[in-house]
């Protein structure tokens, strides 16, 4: 399994961008990175899956480098509702992204 | 319909009882999956089941007992619990496990939060 390893927590401002790296030197040749959010006492929800380069959707942006070492979830304008946890997930050749690592603690603040 | 439906959402029981959490998805989802989840820390996998049969079992104790009757369902039953055995148990379904190729997104439900007294 690729280790991952996140900051503990960040505070950041409401509007402002927030930008969390996960490291994952191991990361394997066909391996996907996944980010998840999750609020307390709920289960956690999908944002972004990427494999390499530039990933975005309506809600994130995954950055990926060349070498897949790390990768960093965006989060545009944050509000004082994406206060959560997010995990940075990767998964094992032809298996799910089953193993949460530590998480961020990200807090908004008005 | 995009969502796993886990009942009963609390749950106490004492260290003698006998009890089941259950998990429902109608996604045509292949895979389900039971985490337990301690206060401030990660969801910890247990066991997860593809096309109806126990695929990963993570050296979970015994007293946790496994079940699924069909691909929409998934049971755990649950006996002599121990207080630490206290978490939210949460339930999780995706396409298909393993996967090869593109890799697909896991939808969880809210939980079972339950309490050994």
């Known amino acids: 399994l690729a280790k991952t390893t996140q900051p503990i927590s960040m505070d950041s401002y409401e509007g402002q961008e927030v930008n969390i790296t996960c490291s994952h030197n191991n990361i394997a040749t066909n391996d996907y990175i996944t980010w998840y959010q999750q609020f307390p006492s709920q289960g956690p929800r999908f944002i972004i899956q990427g494999y390499k380069t530039k990933v975005t959707n309506e809600v994130a942006s995954l950055f990926i480098p060349a070498d897949r070492k790390s990768s960093t979830l965006s989060l545009p304008r944050v509000s004082l509702s994406d206060t959560a946890v997010y995990y940075c997930?990767?998964?094992?050749?032809?298996?799910?992204?089953?193993?949460f690592g530590t998480g961020t603690r990200l807090t908004v603040i008005p | 319909d995009t969502e796993v439906t886990q009942t009963p959402k609390h749950l106490v029981m004492g260290m003698t009882n006998k009890k089941s959490l259950k998990c429902e998805q109608h996604?045509?989802?292949?895979?389900m999956y039971w985490y337990k989840q301690k206060a401030k820390k990660p969801p910890e996998l247990m066991f997860v089941y593809s096309y109806e049969k126990l695929s990963i079992n993570e050296s979970v104790p015994s007293r946790f007992s496994p079940e699924c009757p069909n691909s929409s369902l998934l049971n755990l039953h649950l006996h002599a619990l121990q207080p630490e055995d206290s978490a939210l148990y949460l339930c999780?379904?995706?396409?298909?496990?393993?996967?090869?190729?593109?890799?697909?997104?896991?939808?969880f439900g809210q939980g079972t939060r339950l309490t050994v007294v």
């Open positions: 997930l990767v998964g094992e050749t032809g298996a799910n992204n089953l193993f």
């Open positions: 996604m045509g989802h292949r895979a």
């Open positions: 999780a379904s995706s396409q298909d496990y393993p996967r090869g190729g593109a890799d697909t997104e896991a939808f």
